[in-house]
């Protein structure tokens, strides 16, 4: 696999300020920002808690650049649970000589067991106490898809596990420092190589009162809709596959802050609400945490 040239990275660094929402001035520091990604000065310990590996399954559908380049050429992984070769020993030693020497940027895939440590374990160690560790010696820790954000279907009410997203749990630990939140059942590829790439050229991004970059989560997925004038009009949809608006169907879409109706998903070829699904609100603050929440409740009323 060839290397990235100064000219593909530039080009890269343009299109990661076009999906940040800066503007182009901005393109030069992001291609040095993921030039740093790649050349490992801004290097990314990846660690997983309860999850499902969703989210770095995401990550490996990142279309621009394709997974291909993106683990080769593009993201120094200094670990990762699913992707690195290393495993056993070798992989404990990897990680520990990691956290030992700090300085590198840590994503968090997946809830933690608090009430049950034991339940997610590193080497035998509770994965609880490696998070802890390692976020002291990060220089930013990206809570990456819906359960590190928030908990998640991990926390859903009633499991045995005592289960609390990534920033809970840091904060009953002591932990101080700011936890940004990328929720997503799984994250989008761009909100995560995006927040990468500015925190590494500009430091934090600007955030929501929930610590969520407002570049990818400042609207809801309502205000974009493709569907937004038959709500208006009140033309909803009775049955799947109908046309219109599918507000009585379920959709999530008013309350759930997430760019899905504009950024598409699978390269931009698509997301739920313009296939037909109702959004279910896998990037809510609220996602799977009650045996209430509502997945395609229908006959929901329009608020007046
Ligand atoms: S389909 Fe969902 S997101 Fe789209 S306009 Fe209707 S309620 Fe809003
Ligand atoms: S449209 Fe809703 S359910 Fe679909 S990916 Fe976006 S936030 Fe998740």
Not at 5 to 31: I, K, M, V, Y
Not at 176 to 192: A, E, F, Q
Not at 195 to 202: P, S
Request: aromatic fraction near 8%.
């Amino acid at each position: 696999m060839e290397k990235m040239t100064r000219r593909a990275f530039l080009a890269l660094g343009a299109r990661t300020a076009a999906l940040l929402g800066l503007s182009a001035a901005a393109g030069p520091g992001l291609a040095r920002a993921l030039e740093n990604l790649a050349d490992g000065t801004a290097p990314v310990l990846w660690l997983q808690g309860q999850s499902c590996s969703g989210c770095s399954v995401s990550l490996l559908n990142s279309e621009a650049p394709g997974p291909a380049e993106l683990l080769t050429d593009y993201i120094h992984l200094l670990f990762h649970g699913t992707l690195s070769a290393a495993t056993g020993e070798t992989a404990e030693q990897v990680i520990e000589k990691s956290v030992e020497l700090g300085g590198y940027y840590l994503v968090f895939e997946g809830a933690v067991p608090q009430g049950m440590p034991r339940a997610c374990t590193m080497g035998g160690k509770p994965m609880g106490d490696l998070l802890e560790r390692a976020a002291r010696g990060a220089r930013a820790v990206l809570a990456v898809g819906s359960c590190a954000s928030f908990g998640g279907i991990p926390a859903a009410e009633n499991n045995p596990t005592g289960s609390v997203s990534v920033p809970d749990y840091l904060a009953g630990r002591g932990y101080s420092g700011k936890v940004l939140r990328l929720p997503g059942c799984p994250c989008h590829p761009d909100w995560i190589v995006g927040t990468l790439a500015h925190v590494i050229r500009f430091g934090l991004p600007p955030v929501d009162s929930f610590n969520r970059p407002t570049a990818f989560y400042g609207r809801v997925i309502h205000d974009q809709c493709p569907r937004f004038s038959d709500y208006e009009r009140e033309k909803f949809a009775a049955r799947f596959g109908d046309e219109g608006c599918l507000f009585k169907l379920g959709c999530l879409g008013p309350e759930t802050h997430a760019d899905c109706s504009s950024r598409l998903w699978n390269g931009g070829i698509n997301y739920c609400v313009r296939a037909g699904g109702p959004c279910i609100g896998c990037a809510s603050e609220h996602f799977a945490l009650t045996t209430g929440f509502p997945f395609y409740t229908k006959g929901r009323q329009k608020p007046a």
